[in-house]
């Protein structure tokens, strides 16, 4: 009852009887797992994919994706700012990968190496004009009977054309998979607002 979703995908590995992998997807999602508010999520996504090198270690993706994102019943409306309760996302993105681990899901050894880059204009239908580039590198080395294992990224965001980077698509950290001392996703972006509990004066009011 909290989630509901619908996903269909198709994939085709030799598009167009070229050495190119596409994939189509589409989804649409209504979700009331955070109390606070319900989001209607729609997503489509095309892409294409192929290997640079005969040891397929070396991939690019190419993709376009169109995302629709709208917020209802908040339960504290100054939470979230109006421009960020319905956003669109058209974007055009591409993607460099290096993955020489042995294991993907175990890995002992090896690098794995991703840099995305990607424009989302409103000549597309996007409701802002961005740009954002992410890049990651994955490390891992034997080490007797452990393994060192360490990440670093790089996340920039930036608007062009006197626009703004929604909410959504700035960049997030926290927990114990990423920075510890932090809850999951509390180091990033903050809004103060004062909340209080039913029945009380402004005086019994937090900020949270």
């Not at 996504?45 to 070396?58: E, G, I, N, S, V």
């Not at 626009?163 to 990033?188: D, M, Q, T, Y």
Request: with cysteine.
């Amino acid at each position: 009852r909290l989630d509901q979703r619908l996903l269909f995908t198709y994939a085709d590995p030799h598009f167009r009887w070229t050495n190119w992998d596409s994939l189509f997807s589409l989804s649409v999602e209504r979700t009331t797992e955070n109390p606070i508010f319900t989001a209607r999520l729609g997503d489509g996504t095309f892409q294409l994919q192929r290997y640079l090198d005969p040891a397929k270690t070396k991939t690019v993706q190419l993709r376009y994706s169109f995302q629709r994102t709208t917020l209802t019943n908040l339960l504290i409306p100054e939470l979230v700012l109006p421009e960020d309760r319905s956003v669109r996302l058209s974007t055009i993105s591409g993607s460099w990968i290096r993955d020489t681990r042995d294991k993907p899901l175990d890995a002992h050894r090896g690098i794995y190496d991703t840099i995305d880059l990607s424009i989302t204009p409103t000549a597309l239908g996007s409701s802002a004009n961005f740009v954002r580039f992410l890049g990651r590198e994955a490390y891992y080395l034997p080490f007797k009977k452990m393994v060192w294992a360490n990440r670093v990224q790089v996340g920039l965001a930036a608007p062009f054309s006197g626009s703004r980077v929604p909410a959504s698509e700035r960049f997030f950290s926290g927990g114990g998979n990423s920075l510890r001392g932090f809850p999951i996703n509390g180091a990033g972006p903050q809004r103060l607002v004062s909340v209080c509990p039913a029945g009380t004066s402004t005086a019994d009011c937090n900020n949270n």
